[in-house]
């Protein structure tokens, strides 16, 4: 059967992806300010340096840098979940990585929905951070039972989108006007509605429970929270930030500045005060009818690490968060970071000799020119004598740590209460109702794509 009476699932993405940002910008005015201050940034970067424009060029992110975004979602139950896990597959976005932040204080743990092919990647890398309220983390039974029955009776899909679902699954993709319908009826999903499900007594006693919570229960769906445009200089985008008045988050989550970009960073502003409307009999009174949902993130990208890299990388962010016992905050904070990452190497060389990161390998135009002379020589040999080029694979997930730094600080954050529970990985992957990849498979594949294609000629 041909299937190009199909749509691609990437551009399906791309579509979607296009469609969010545009509600967004409607929906947080900020969100557009942050997004035109990324892209001026991004301009001046590349135009001050040509080898870092050239090196985005061989790797294909020049293109997508412009529409790259992630988004972050909750959801309450399992089924919602496990929806939203075919919605976005429609998309091609496959669940990668699990994240347990309950260590942190936050009762969720998430996974993220991104592409994970080298082609899917240059299209469109839009991925969403989702995660999933753990009511059995409420302590008070009553109070937990109150929140699994409000949403066992919410509907966060409308039928169309149901349906246009299956449709896909069944057919094995959408036409080009369905998958138009199906992305109008996708963003119902993740658009803000300012009207509560419950009472302002209900809205409070979950909140007072932990604030996530009434965030979660309290609504018709799982409003998107935040959707992030990647800067090439996190530390000049957080500056232009401040001069223009915006309340970005003090510290930026992730490693220091460095030569070598590693992992990611990330800053934030401040979650916006909304105006919600809560069912009649709860008329609100002072500023009882308020909630704090939305806030705005950027974030640079670097190279993705091997999982030496990524202890090496955990055990420095460890020390740096331990010495002065102070977590992330305190003024030396930066100090602190950036002697722990002192032993960290910085640059590519010592970074791929010692195995820390992932690359991609290509034949430059002398090596295209003279397959004899590439013939059987390891990658190394070839890039010393200017046949082969090596260039930084992109970390396309999270950061544990950071995410939950940008859900403490967007949840008020003072809120610091650890719950005794740990990773339930099986648990989420059941609830999902598939097994997450693991993001290390994923960038050593793409390494090994590469190193094929030196050979390939
Ligand atoms: C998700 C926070 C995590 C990130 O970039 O680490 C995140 C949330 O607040 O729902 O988006
Ligand atoms: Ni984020």
């Known amino acids: 059967m041909s299937t190009d009476r199909f749509v691609s699932p990437d551009d399906i993405r791309s579509l979607f992806a296009q469609a969010m940002s545009t509600m967004y910008r409607t929906e947080v005015p900020l969100y557009g300010t942050l997004v035109d201050l990324v892209a001026e940034i991004n301009d001046a970067v590349l135009t001050a340096d040509p080898s870092l424009a050239e090196q985005l060029d061989r790797t294909d992110e020049r293109a997508r840098l412009g529409q790259e975004r992630h988004g972050a979602i909750r959801v309450g139950t399992a089924e919602e979940l496990a929806t939203l896990g075919r919605l976005f597959a429609v998309m091609g976005m496959h669940p990668v990585g699990y994240y347990d932040l309950s260590v942190a204080g936050v009762p969720v743990h998430s996974t993220a929905f991104r592409p994970r092919t080298a082609t899917a990647l240059a299209h469109n890398p839009f991925r969403v951070f989702t995660s999933l309220l753990r009511l059995e983390l409420i302590e008070d039974a009553a109070l937990r039972d109150t929140a699994a029955q409000i949403l066992a009776r919410r509907r966060i899909f409308t039928d169309t989108a149901l349906a246009l679902i299956a449709q896909a699954e069944r ?96 800053t934030s502003f401040k979650a916006l005060q909304e105006t919600v409307h809560f069912p009649s009999g709860a008329a609100p009174s002072g500023d009882a009818g308020t909630h704090t949902a939305r806030f705005g993130e950027i974030e640079q990208r670097g190279l993705a690490l091997t999982r030496k890299g990524r202890a090496l990388y955990d055990r420095l962010l460890a020390q740096a968060r331990d010495s002065g016992g102070a977590g992330s905050t305190g003024q030396d904070y930066p100090t602190r970071l950036a002697a722990a990452f002192q032993v960290f190497p910085d640059d590519h060389a010592t970074l791929r000799r010692e195995g820390l990161g992932y690359y991609r390998y290509a034949l430059t135009a002398a090596g295209r020119a003279d397959p004899a002379a590439v013939g059987e ?35 008020g954050g003072e809120e610091q209460r650890a719950y005794a529970a740990h990773a339930n990985r099986d648990a989420f992957e059941q609830a999902l109702g598939m097994q997450v990849e693991d993001e290390f498979a994923i960038y050593e594949r793409l390494q090994a794509e590469s190193l094929a294609t030196l050979r390939a000629a």
């Open 171 to 266: 057919d094995g993709g959408l036409s080009d006007a369905d998958a138009r319908r199906f992305v109008i009826e996708a963003l119902e999903t993740f658009r803000w509605h300012g009207d509560a499900t419950v009472s302002l007594d209900t809205y409070h006693a979950l909140h007072d429970a932990h604030r996530l919570i009434a965030d979660v229960v309290c609504f018709r769906g799982p409003h998107i929270n935040h959707l992030t445009p990647r800067t090439l200089d996190i530390d000049a985008a957080q500056a232009a930030m401040l001069a223009r008045g915006i309340d970005a988050k003090a510290v930026v989550e992730g490693p220091p500045p460095r030569r070598c970009p590693i992992l990611l960073r990330q």
């Open 377 to 411: 020589l390891p990658a190394e040999a070839l890039i010393a004598a200017g046949l082969a080029s090596a260039d930084p694979i992109v970390y396309e997930d999270f950061l544990p740590v950071s995410a939950a730094g940008i859900f403490q600080s967007n949840l």
